[in-house]
């Protein structure tokens, strides 16, 4: 089965930040990749598919990029609503496979 | 707008059976455009996809739990329901149902989830 790498692990930052996500594939799944969000207690919502497609209703300080086994999510300006876990999926494989989540705290 | 809302019992004795209905409101399981998932999260983990069911009734399932899973389809009722053997505490975790979409060529994307019920497998 394709191994999803999400560093970091856990990521610090204040409101008004740029921040980055990167989520790295154990081989190459094209633009097979979505990303999700997790506020805790939550079910994950679909942020962004297909590498770099924003979901409806997505505020647009959310982006993705990559392709092959490198991607990451960017978000431009980071909102209080923002903080949250992040988790990517790949769906190249039809064994859709997650990574271990990145966790954005307020500094 | 489409809803999932997952039930079944919270608590769950080692190495009996497991047994979640999802019941789906404001759209059809029987419609051939999307088809259904079980994804499952321990306690303070990542998620695990479990497992899909297609608008044919056709199955797939994760390796790791295909011996001990079953995931069916109940449109008279607009429902999923999903089953799990042989249960450990390596199973307590919470666990949601999801429409499974495509977009633009984009399989598996999981754009519908239910909130979720937590299954502690347990004596």
């Known amino acids: 089965d394709i191994q999803m790498t999400q560093s970091p692990s856990s990521l610090s930052a204040s409101v008004g930040d740029r921040v980055t996500i990167a989520c790295r594939a154990s081989?190459?799944?094209?633009?097979?990749l979505n990303w999700y969000q997790q506020k805790s207690g939550k079910a994950p919502k679909l942020l962004i598919y297909?590498?770099?497609s924003l979901q409806g209703g997505v505020p647009s300080r959310f982006s993705g990029s990559g392709s092959g086994t490198d991607f990451t999510l960017t978000i431009s300006s980071l909102q209080p609503e923002d903080f949250a876990t992040y988790f990517c999926?790949?769906?190249?494989?039809?064994?859709?496979?997650f990574g271990q989540g990145t966790k954005l705290e307020i500094k | 707008q489409l809803q999932l809302q997952e039930s079944g019992p919270g608590l769950v004795k080692p190495s009996e059976t497991l047994s979640l209905t999802c019941t789906v409101s404001?759209?059809?399981?029987?419609?051939?455009?999307?088809?259904w998932g079980w994804i499952r999260q321990p306690p303070g983990k990542g998620l695990e996809w479990i497992g899909n069911?297609?608008?044919?009734?056709?199955?797939y399932y994760s390796p790791s739990l295909k011996s001990r899973v079953t995931i069916l389809k109940d449109t008279s009722k607009n429902q999923l329901s999903l089953t799990v053997s042989s249960v450990t505490a390596a199973d307590t975790a919470v666990y949601y149902c999801?429409?499974?979409?495509?977009?633009?060529?984009?399989?598996?994307?999981?754009?519908?989830w239910g909130q979720g019920t937590l299954v502690n497998v347990s004596s």
């Open positions: 999801a429409r499974v979409n495509q977009v633009a060529g984009n399989p598996g994307l999981l754009d519908y």
């Open positions: 404001g759209g059809s399981i029987s419609s051939n455009k999307y088809y």
């Open positions: 069911i297609y608008y044919d009734e056709s199955t």
């Open positions: 081989q190459t799944i094209s633009d097979s």
């Open positions: 297909g590498a770099f």
């Open positions: 999926q790949q769906t190249y494989s039809i064994q859709y496979t």
